[in-house]
């Protein structure tokens, strides 16, 4: 589906002209996105400027996770600590360089601020005049990333220094999504370091457009990998993706078999046309099944075992039945709660034998279920269900190594929203930090770091791809 | 080193034509020819009877489209048995060492005795190919029985003009379209070579050629070439003894407006070959021959092209040292072929950084610095040129004399190739 807006602001001399007028049109910028197979060197040529003060810890992960990614690394940071970039860049070819030669009329693709050292509300100083200089020569689709403690065993002061960084980063997510950037906040626990590169490359490239706003974080929780693999990460891989006949279930089948995963693609028979078709164009298997029926879950795990066993699940499959509560049938109630939650547990429990070790499961929220929505009671309820039961099942299956998470989308360009009128889907568009809809793309780039090896340090979470919604905590 | 089935593989002696400036002398002898005159000068400086040969393989970069297989033509050309089989390998920049180490791994297999191995190319007869869309459209004409409507038909595809001309012909990579001097122009940056130290570099290799040549070092390795002209050519012909880091530093950037490789810092189009006589030992002892040196071990690796597309020698000379069971402190000297001085001087930095050596080669330690003294004793294709094919067979047939004549035991080669590939070889001195 194409957004007018966005396809008006491409053309430059329209997107001065509509500025001219000054009328309150918003012309959101096009996202930079990356729709190829996962790069050995994500940020290869990117200028990433790097601030810290005295004490920040997480200064050797970021210039060793920098220099091997490709960037090139602009550093304000005090003398003590610029000194960890100096073997990752002669390793890598990218020696760090002061801030001050990043040339006059040079913007900045991404700004990395190393926040574990701000100990008090004095010290957020710091944060300010990293970003207020630069914010304004951050380039298109441009990312600042925001890097904090989590708060355990803290003062109360450290603690309200570290919680306030949140209300800056979504705020500044806020200012700079019209130039179609992000700002994230990503929360590495003690002894999580070691599981922050591959965090960071999703976050700094151009795989996470619609993912802005948001805290990311990275703990020990699950058994970890040795030395993730960045590309190709699925290969020998089992997947399976409900759901998978269009719309977001599509773009995650495709992209996890780009990257190497044999998928097996499910939906309702009724729609076993789209979904053999995709199957073979991606070399994997159909099947179908109806997520309402009973035997459903043991179904697909038969299916599954035959395969010898499967690695990673996206419960995508999803359904919709919108009335307000007063005039909803209570078989209405029961087809949504059954499909988007009772079946996502039911089927998770039953391929728990065939679930190998280090898997992930990734399930499928919504900003509806967040944020609650008019006329979807059925619907937020089943979508905030799934949040519950991915910070529990997580805690279960840790030791195995095996993740559990959510992604929670906002409004995104796909058949179930084309169905929205005009004049409403207009408005539910640009409420969002970027101003635009999302492609399922996006979100399915976002399921696919989770599901990947190298997503060892995030658990239990939900992953809000939403584009800075300006709805929903 | 020996093989399982303890034969080893040893250089009996090398030789190469002068290495001349593109378009110049050679312009009218094509890789065959230049091959032919290099294999025939190998022959008669080692004595050995024509029947003697049993396999040619050959290297080259810029093949002749309708007999790729050069290595065979300068066979045939040589009147040589004709049960000497002949094969052609390429591998970029490194096809003259592949010839090499694949005539090695055959005699130590046990399958031949005696190869001559070698490489050449003649940048100054590559082909200048018509665009793939004028040969498709050109197709109905010379197959079958063109009809009226077939050569209009021709006609009306022939537009525009600009996709049917034929191109020069540049060396650029595939996948990322970038000209070589373009990627070395970034790993200079990436990797702070400075201009002055690419053009002290650059001197030096001059001047170490120029006292090479005066001192008639290299005369047991070159033969004269007569040109169709009836030219003789006795010298290479790119060497500036008189060159200076004065004179070097008034060179304008070549590849970007503010870059700092010239043509003075990078190696220059050359036309060329060279070749070397490979026998297993007892074969050299049977037919007389004296052993100079034996390869201990080999090395090719590949990295991102769109990365640092010369660094390859950074990974595969340790790796060519661990196989040779040798660390670089034991090298008596190391050859380095010079694609451009920043990239010769890159790659020291890697293989000088610990760092590198840890995140790169899963080691502790840096692999090491190189001596000045023994790195390009006699210069290298920054002064001598790069007949891209001949070079690897030019650094093995120096290194081999060079371990001969000083007594002295190992010598370490490194060569950078397009696609991101690099090369590594351990020499040993036979006694």
Request: positive net charge.
């Amino acid at each position: 589906m194409s957004d007018f807006l966005v396809e008006l602001g491409k053309n430059p001399r329209a997107r001065s002209f509509v500025q001219s007028l000054g009328l309150p049109i918003p012309l959101p910028q096009a996202l930079r996105r990356d729709r190829g197979p996962w790069r050995e060197r994500p940020l290869a040529d990117t200028r990433v400027a790097v601030g810290a003060v005295d004490g920040a810890e997480l200064a050797t992960a970021l210039a060793e996770c920098l220099a091997a990614s490709g960037a090139n690394p602009y550093l304000a940071l005090p003398a003590s600590l610029a000194a960890a970039f100096k073997g990752p860049g002669e390793t890598f070819g990218r020696p760090a360089r002061p801030l001050e030669a990043l040339a006059e009329k040079e913007r900045a693709d991404a700004l990395v601020f190393d926040a574990t050292g701000i100990k008090d509300i004095a010290g957020l100083r710091a944060l300010y005049e990293f970003f207020q200089p630069l914010v304004s020569r951050l380039g298109r689709s441009g990312r600042a990333v925001v890097l904090t403690r989590t708060s355990d065993g803290k003062t109360p002061e450290t603690a309200a220094a570290q919680a306030a960084l949140e209300g800056f980063v979504r705020s500044l997510a806020k200012e700079i999504g019209r130039l179609g950037a992000t700002a994230n906040l990503v929360v590495v626990a003690k002894g999580a370091e070691a599981r922050l590169a591959p965090v960071l490359r999703f976050v700094l490239s151009a795989r996470s457009a619609f993912v802005s706003g948001q805290p990311i974080t990275v703990n020990t929780r699950a058994r970890a990998i040795h030395e993730p693999p960045m590309v190709r990460a699925f290969e020998k891989k089992i997947a399976l993706v409900t759901g998978a006949a269009r719309g977001i279930g599509e773009a995650t089948a495709r992209a996890l078999a780009q990257e190497g995963a044999h998928v097996v693609c499910l939906d309702r028979p009724a729609d076993d046309g789209p979904t053999s078709q995709l199957a073979r164009s991606i070399d994997g298997t159909a099947l179908g099944a109806d997520m309402g029926d009973d035997d459903a879950p043991t179904r697909i795990a038969d299916a599954l075992r035959s395969l010898g066993g499967v690695d990673v699940v996206v419960h995508n499959a999803g359904i919709t039945r919108d009335k307000t509560l007063a005039r909803m049938k209570p078989e209405v109630w029961d087809q949504v709660l059954t499909i988007n939650l009772a079946a996502v547990i039911r089927t998770t429990a039953a391929l728990e034998p065939v679930l190998r070790d280090n898997g992930r499961i990734v399930c499928l929220s919504s900003i509806a279920g967040i944020a609650g929505n008019m006329g979807q009671t059925n619907y937020a309820a089943s979508k905030a269900g799934i949040v519950g039961f991915v910070r529990t099942r997580a805690e279960e299956l840790a030791d195995r190594g095996i993740t559990v998470n959510a992604v929670a989308p906002g409004f995104i360009e796909t058949r179930m929203t084309a169905a929205i009128p005009v004049a409403i889907r207009e408005v539910a568009r640009r409420l969002s930090a970027l101003g635009q809809g999302g492609q399922p793309e996006d979100v399915a780039q976002a399921i696919v770091f989770l599901a990947s090896p190298g997503a060892h340090g995030i658990t239990g979470r939900t992953l809000r791809v939403c584009g800075g919604a300006f709805v929903g905590a | 080193m020996q093989n399982k089935n303890g034969r080893r593989a040893v250089v009996v002696g090398g030789v190469r034509t002068p290495f001349v400036k593109a378009f110049s002398d050679f312009t009218k002898l094509d890789t065959i020819a230049l091959g032919v005159a290099a294999v025939a000068g190998l022959l008669k400086k080692t004595g050995l009877r024509h029947r003697d040969v049993e396999a040619m393989v050959w290297g080259g970069v810029i093949l002749p489209p309708t007999q790729p297989n050069i290595a065979r033509e300068i066979a045939l050309d040589l009147r040589l048995d004709p049960g000497c089989e002949g094969m052609t390998v390429t591998r970029a920049c490194a096809s003259g060492l592949q010839a090499i180490t694949v005539a090695a791994a055959e005699i130590e297999r046990g399958n031949v005795d005696v190869v001559v191995a070698g490489g050449s190319d003649s940048t100054s007869n590559a082909t200048i190919a018509l665009p793939p869309k004028v040969v498709h459209a050109l197709a109905p004409l010379a197959l079958g029985k063109p009809t009226a409507a077939d050569y209009l038909g021709v006609l009306s595809q022939l537009t525009p003009i600009s996709e049917i001309l034929p191109r020069q012909p540049k060396i650029a990579e595939r996948t990322t379209g970038e000209v070589m001097g373009e990627s070395a122009e970034r790993m200079a940056k990436r990797n702070e070579i400075s201009r002055e130290a690419q053009d002290e570099f650059a001197v030096r290799s001059h001047h170490r050629a120029a006292a090479a040549i005066a001192s008639g070092r290299f005369d047991e390795e070159i033969v004269p070439v007569q040109s169709p002209d009836g030219k003789w050519v006795h010298a290479d012909g790119l060497v500036r003894a008189d060159t200076s880091v004065e004179k070097l530093a008034k060179l304008r950037p070549a590849f970007a407006k503010d870059g700092t490789l010239t043509a003075g810092n990078s190696s220059a189009l050359t036309d060329g070959a060279a070749a070397v006589l490979l026998v297993s030992e007892e074969k050299a002892r049977a037919l007389g021959l004296k052993p100079l040196a034996t390869l201990s071990s080999w090395s090719y690796v590949g990295v991102d092209p769109a990365d640092q597309l010369l660094m390859g020698p950074a990974l595969a000379m340790p790796k060519a040292l661990d196989r040779a069971g040798l660390r670089l402190a034991d090298m008596d000297f190391v050859d380095m072929h010079e694609a451009f001085a920043a990239q010769v001087l890159s790659v020291l930095k890697m293989l000088g950084s610990a760092a590198f050596a840890r995140a790169r080669l899963g080691r502790e330690e840096a692999v090491g610095e190189i001596d000045p003294a023994r790195l390009n004793v006699h210069g290298g294709s920054l002064a001598l040129g790069h007949p891209f094919g001949a070079t690897g067979a030019r650094m093995v047939t120096t290194m081999a004399n060079e371990l001969s004549r000083s007594g002295k035991r190992t010598a370490l080669l490194g060569i950078c190739a397009a696609g991101g590939l690099g090369a590594g070889a351990v020499l040993e001195r036979v006694e």
